[in-house]
């Protein structure tokens, strides 16, 4: 683990340097894999590190912390960064996680609106109220107001929720993205207008795609096994589905391999606004494997992009 926390931070440094624009962390907790547990450390130790990346925490259990201090943790990496972390507040779906917390499954809704409520007070630099006390928070971040605040979720409660007290809108699935629209124009906001969808992601880079397949596959199915079992004991859809084998995962489609030119030629089929997602250790895949990858898209498709602009 020290060896990846210590690949991951390098990593996020060349993709700053190459002129990335976002980082997202997200956060788990009792994971037997070890899945990264706190992620606004993270993006302080990210935040040094870089200069001009965004850090976004997407998402961020909000029923799990204490808002107040989830308040003074933000606002620091806040400055650490220079303004550039934002959040994605989410309810929560893993049962464990709850149970590892002491917190009520039932009172998840309830306690992110107030979270939102709580960190917009406390990045006032005023002093409000908080169960029954006065309280101030100090210092106050970068960025008046505090990072952005988008709610994450998988039901139309939360995507009208989001609408009402948010930010912004991050949907499991991209159909749920209409109930997000819906409200916001209901509630005479601005029309978020269509969803984007989700990037170009869930790949491995390799010259040689059966290669490919033979070194991550294994990881690829790990990844989908832990988030499928998570979601069908939540009773949640999604994009994530248990697996048998890394056949399994191929036939599926979710995951691919793809060499530099295949992605090259769906980045200009997408067109303008397309945008690639790199998941360097997804599941698990060792750093020696995911610099491979990643030094192939920086020689063979980094170069060709740069070219043609």
Same mark, same amino acid.
């Given at each position: 683990?020290t ?10 440094q ?5 002129g ?10 009792g *994971?037997s ?24 925490v ?7 912390? /204490?808002p107040l201090r989830?308040?003074?943790d933000?606002?620091?990496v806040?400055l650490?960064s220079g303004?550039?972390?934002d959040?994605v507040?989410v309810?929560?779906?893993?049962? /464990? ?5 002491g917190?009520?499954? +039932?009172e ?7 979270a939102?409520n709580?960190?917009r007070a406390a990045? *006032?630099?005023?002093?409000f109220?908080h169960q029954g ?5 100090t210092?106050?971040p970068d960025?008046?107001g505090g990072?952005?605040? *988008?709610?994450?979720?998988s039901?139309e409660?939360?995507a009208r929720?989001?609408?009402?007290i948010?930010d912004?809108?991050v ?19 601005? /029309?978020?207008g269509?969803h984007f969808?989700?990037g170009?992601g869930n790949?491995y880079?390799a ?6 397949w033979r070194d ?7 990844e989908? +096994?832990?988030y ?9 859809e999604?994009m994530?589905?248990?697996l048998a084998d ?5 036939a599926?489609?979710?995951y691919?391999?793809?060499t530099?030119?295949?992605l ?11 945008f ?5 250790m997804v ?6 494997l ?5 030094r192939?898209?920086e020689?063979?498709?980094l170069?060709?992009?740069n070219?043609? *602009?």
């Amino acid at each position: 683990m020290t060896e990846r926390y210590a690949a991951g931070l390098d990593m996020v440094q060349w993709a700053d340097e190459l002129g990335f624009m976002l980082l997202v962390l997200s956060e788990h907790h009792g *994971s037997s894999d070890g899945y990264l547990p706190s992620p606004l450390v993270m993006a302080a130790a990210a935040a040094a590190r870089t200069r001009s990346i965004r850090i976004n925490v997407s998402a961020m259990v909000a029923p799990l912390h /204490d808002p107040l201090r989830l308040a003074e943790d933000a606002a620091v990496v806040d400055l650490i960064s220079g303004g550039r972390l934002d959040l994605v507040l989410v309810n929560g779906y893993v049962a /464990d996680e709850f149970a590892m917390f002491g917190v009520p499954m +039932n009172e998840r809704a309830r306690r992110t609106s107030a979270a939102v409520n709580t960190l917009r007070a406390a990045w *006032s630099g005023e002093p409000f109220e908080h169960q029954g006390r006065s309280v101030i928070v100090t210092p106050t971040p970068d960025r008046a107001g505090g990072p952005s605040i *988008s709610l994450g979720g998988s039901t139309e409660g939360a995507a009208r929720r989001a609408a009402r007290i948010a930010d912004g809108f991050v949907p499991s699935l991209p159909e749920y993205w209409q109930w997000y629209r819906d409200e916001c124009i209901a509630l005479g906001h601005s /029309d978020p207008g269509p969803h984007f969808g989700s990037g170009i992601g869930n790949f491995y880079l390799a010259h040689d795609v059966e290669q490919g397949w033979r070194d991550v596959g294994e990881y690829f199915l790990h990844e989908t +096994n832990a988030y499928g079992k998570w979601m069908a004991e939540a009773g949640l859809e999604g994009m994530y589905e248990q697996l048998a084998d890394v056949e399994a995962v191929r036939a599926a489609g979710m995951y691919r391999v793809l060499t530099p030119d295949l992605l090259l030629a769906e980045i200009e089929l997408a067109g303008p606004f397309a945008f690639v997602l790199m998941h360097p250790m997804v599941g698990g895949i060792p750093p020696d494997l995911a610099w491979r990858g990643l030094r192939i898209f920086e020689q063979d498709v980094l170069t060709q992009l740069n070219s043609a *602009s």
